[in-house]
């Protein structure tokens, strides 16, 4: 069991920027696949992006694609959602996961592991 922590919501007007940080512990291997997650009051919680155990293994939703960057620093635990252009349709509560397999995070519903407490980005217009 990975536990996660988020941190760099806030609020932002529409066409700024944010980046999320999420820092991973426990007695794990470092490099397992990473992404996240949003939730909006009333919406079930969607997948936005991911990255596997190499960097450039990436994978975004078509709503955010050219907008967010995931990376990762694997030597810190920690990974990245750097977030540009963003819209008042990303208002939402941004949650970390972590699974030993990519396919848990990418498949439709997810089957992750670990879930970190969230972190609240509100977007004004």
């Known amino acids: 069991q990975v536990q996660l922590v988020e941190s760099g919501g806030g609020l932002v007007q529409a066409g700024g920027s944010l980046r999320l940080s999420c820092a991973a512990s426990g007695r794990t291997f470092t490099d397992y696949p990473m992404g996240w997650f949003r939730q909006a009051p009333g919406k079930e919680r969607e997948f936005v992006a991911a990255?596997?155990?190499?960097?450039?293994?990436?994978y975004y939703a078509d709503s955010v694609k050219g907008r967010f960057t995931i990376s990762r620093d694997i030597a810190k635990n920690t990974v990245y959602l750097q977030m540009n252009s963003l819209k008042p349709e990303d208002t939402a509560v941004y949650y970390c996961?972590?699974?030993?397999?990519?396919?848990?995070?990418?498949?439709?519903?997810?089957?992750?592991?670990?879930w970190g407490q969230g972190t609240q980005v509100t977007v004004s217009s």
């Open positions: 996961a972590a699974s030993r397999v990519l396919s848990a995070i990418l498949n439709s519903p997810p089957t992750v592991g670990s």
């Open positions: 990255v596997g155990r190499s960097t450039s293994n990436t």
